[in-house]
């Protein structure tokens, strides 16, 4: 099995990504929040400031705990910095080529982001392991589903707008995952450093997987 493969795999079973996003001292606080509550994989994004710095520094604290990606990435000079300071998947908002052959190159999972069906195949088409959907609120759980007739061999993780409520929901509808940045890690949390909060948020997520799994 490729490292590809294994990424995707993890991904599959776990159901959620965490998205980190503030600051770069807050994150080692916000991984270990999110391990209280169950979470395994999650991105640190480029929004972070020195994401790859902060990559390496959470991979050396958490070591075999976590599958750790790199989110927000846009071109292939950042892919390269996130995969050297160890980042195992790429997530992008968009889908640009370059990062996608990247990847596939170095036998790292992307997940390109997409939205419409033409944008979604030709992600699927251009190497994407996942197709990151995105921003999903824009669009809901009846558009993952109608999209999943035509389409069902692509695996869709929905990114914005999923919350503790629909998390099962958009399960049911045919996600291969779920992305959560601010339902999960949230700016107040954040703000008034409430990491317990992050870690209640984390255990109703994994709560709500468990129940669309019966």
């Given at each position: 099995m490729s490292q590809r493969e294994d990424v995707k795999n993890q991904i599959g079973e776990t159901k959620l990504v965490a998205v980190i996003r503030g600051k770069a001292e807050q994150v080692l606080s916000v991984v270990a929040a999110l391990v209280e509550g169950g979470v395994k994989a999650m991105e640190i994004t480029f929004t972070v400031p020195r994401a790859p710095e902060m990559i390496a520094e959470t991979l050396k604290t958490f070591g075999g705990q976590i599958l750790l990606g790199a989110g927000t990435v846009l071109t292939t000079e950042q892919a390269e910095a996130a995969v050297a300071a160890g980042a195992r998947f790429i997530v992008a908002p968009n889908t640009n080529f370059e990062v996608v052959r990247f990847c596939n190159q170095r036998d790292?999972?992307?997940?390109?982001?997409?939205l419409t069906p033409t944008e979604v195949a030709a992600a699927w088409q251009g190497g994407a392991d996942v197709v990151k959907l995105f921003p999903a609120e824009t669009v809901g759980i009846a558009y993952l589903k109608a999209l999943r007739a035509p389409l069902p061999d692509v695996p869709i993780m929905p990114t914005g707008g999923v919350d503790v409520g629909n998390a099962a929901d958009w399960l049911r509808a045919g996600a291969f995952a779920l992305g959560v940045g601010s339902?999960?890690?949230?700016k107040d949390a954040l703000t008034l450093g409430r990491y317990d909060e992050i870690t209640t948020l984390a255990r109703q997520f994994m709560a709500s997987i468990a129940k669309a799994r019966e």
């Open positions: 790292i999972a992307v997940m390109p982001g997409a339902q999960l890690v949230s």
